[in-house]
């Protein structure tokens, strides 16, 4: 694989959305897909999909196009969803809660196996199947339970206490819905979900009279094949 530094970040995140596209083939039992049938599907160009997978090898077959299922476990196993992995959720309010309740989670690959708060009133209560924790026990629970991500749903105020004690804890990766960013050192893979932001994106957008996504605007695209 490529190094992290030399693929941009929207060809990543449109490398979920080429699994998601995929996975809803499987269901269908479609065999094959052309680079432009998937392009379509995501209002891209076949050109952009194939500039995308090329960075992570050659998996067209001449004549064919991809295989679906060998294209959809390959996309998983790029992105890490081909295993399990174990997450605790720090914050048991609003946005917390509706994590925990989020289904998908599991279907994905990551399974929430601990929540902490350091609400009195909140700690011991079980919540979507889950006993809320204190933080105090976060050290042990993360090891005992080989956590390897921690999701920080609190306010923005004690969003960076609660991300240095995932690092010191040893979690590998943080995902931060506090509206604020965090300093990790270097220390963890992050990923920021910043709802203001994106809200404000898409004013932008809609002002602008602007359609499709900024993430994919600016991008030099590859040459066609042939």
Do not use: C
Request: hydrophobic share 40%.
């Amino acid at each position: 694989m490529p190094s992290r530094a030399r693929i941009p970040r929207p060809t990543v995140k449109r490398l979920s959305l080429y699994l998601r596209e995929l996975e809803s083939r499987v269901e269908l039992d479609q065999q094959t897909i052309s680079s432009k049938q998937l392009g379509d599907a995501l209002g891209l160009t076949d050109a952009q999909v194939r500039k995308d997978l090329a960075y992570f090898g050659q998996f067209g077959h001449p004549g064919i196009g991809y295989r679906v299922s060998e294209l959809t476990e390959r996309l998983r196993q790029i992105l890490g969803t081909d295993r399990k992995w174990n997450a605790a959720v720090i914050g048991a309010g609003n946005i917390g809660r509706a994590l925990m309740a989020y289904q998908r989670f599991r279907r994905k690959g990551f399974e929430i196996v601990a929540v902490f708060d350091n609400d009195a009133d909140v700690i011991g209560r079980v919540i979507s199947g889950h006993r809320v924790r204190p933080m105090e026990d976060l050290p042990d629970l993360v090891r005992e339970r080989d956590i390897k991500i921690g999701i920080v749903a609190v306010p923005a105020g004690a969003a960076q206490e609660v991300a240095d004690a995932l690092i010191d804890a040893g979690v590998l990766g943080i995902l931060n819905f506090a509206p604020i960013r965090l300093d990790v050192r270097d220390a963890v893979s992050i990923t920021s979900v910043d709802f203001s932001v994106s809200l404000e994106q898409l004013a932008f957008q809609i002002s602008l009279g602007l359609t499709g996504s900024l993430d994919e605007r600016d991008e030099p695209t590859a040459p066609r094949e042939g």
